[in-house]
């Protein structure tokens, strides 16, 4: 069946343009979570999605990041004025169930957001 | 938040099994100890979970030290589609992934 997809794969911007990357979650899936990846790092958590509940916005980095899920499903990341340090592999990822103790988490491709 | 020590890169040889350790030894015991991978360009892929007792999928198995310090994941027999950064993480019911540097693992033809 079809997995998580992101879009677009590649995004080349300009330091203060905004962008907006894209997220599919598996049909069904109630959690979707973005993450980002910065080169040879490990993942940084973003922010979290479950159902109709507030999302959890802990991880993100600054007042320029956003990002909300339409009808329980698509998500969109909004990122306003970029910088370069802003420049990673945008992740999502999606979960059938709310909790992590027995599920696995669905990882899209990624999104390489690179601003020059 | 308990921690997790992993080497930082092993090497094997294919068709040969491979015990990727992980240390972690401030675990509590509601902590769930969990495996994914990120192969070249993807985006990490789950491997396998356990509590207490060992653990097998069509993937890998599990092996946790009674004391539950430790584990171990098993790769009975390494293809070259194996080779990947390996993460083991302790889930508490937190609703994210806390990855750190991972074992990055190579795999020799």
């Known amino acids: 069946g079809a997995g998580v997809s992101q879009s677009p794969s590649n995004k080349v911007t300009e330091k203060g343009k905004d962008v907006e990357l894209r997220c599919d979650p598996i049909?069904?899936?109630?959690?979707l979570y973005w993450y980002r990846q910065s080169l040879g790092q490990g993942l940084e958590f973003l922010i979290y999605?479950?159902?109709?509940?507030?999302?959890?916005k802990s991880g993100l980095p600054s007042d320029r990041f956003s990002a909300e899920r339409t009808g329980g499903s698509v998500s969109t990341l909004t990122i306003q004025r970029t910088q370069q340090e802003d420049s990673a592999v945008y992740l999502c990822?999606?979960?059938?169930?709310?909790?992590?103790?027995?599920?696995?988490?669905?990882f899209g491709p990624g999104t390489r957001l690179t601003v020059l | 938040d308990a921690k997790t020590t992993q080497p930082n890169s092993m090497e094997s040889n294919e068709e040969e099994p491979v015990h990727l350790p992980c240390n972690h030894s401030?675990?509590?015991?509601?902590?769930?100890i969990h495996w994914y991978r990120q192969l070249p360009s993807q985006g990490p892929e789950y491997v396998i979970h356990?509590?207490?007792s060992n653990v097998n999928n069509r993937m890998a198995s599990l092996a946790i030290a009674e004391d539950r310090k430790s584990s171990t994941l098993i790769l009975h027999r390494a293809t070259l589609r194996d080779a990947a950064v390996y993460y083991c993480?302790?889930?508490?019911?937190?609703?994210?992934?806390?990855f750190g540097q991972g074992t990055r693992l190579t795999i020799n033809p």
């Open positions: 990822a999606s979960t059938p169930l709310a909790g992590l103790l027995y599920n696995e988490q669905f």
């Open positions: 049909s069904g899936h109630t959690a």
């Open positions: 999605f479950q159902g109709n509940s507030a999302p959890d």
């Open positions: 401030t675990i509590s015991g509601t902590d769930y």
């Open positions: 356990g509590l207490t």
């Open positions: 993480i302790l889930i508490k019911g937190a609703q994210k992934l806390v």
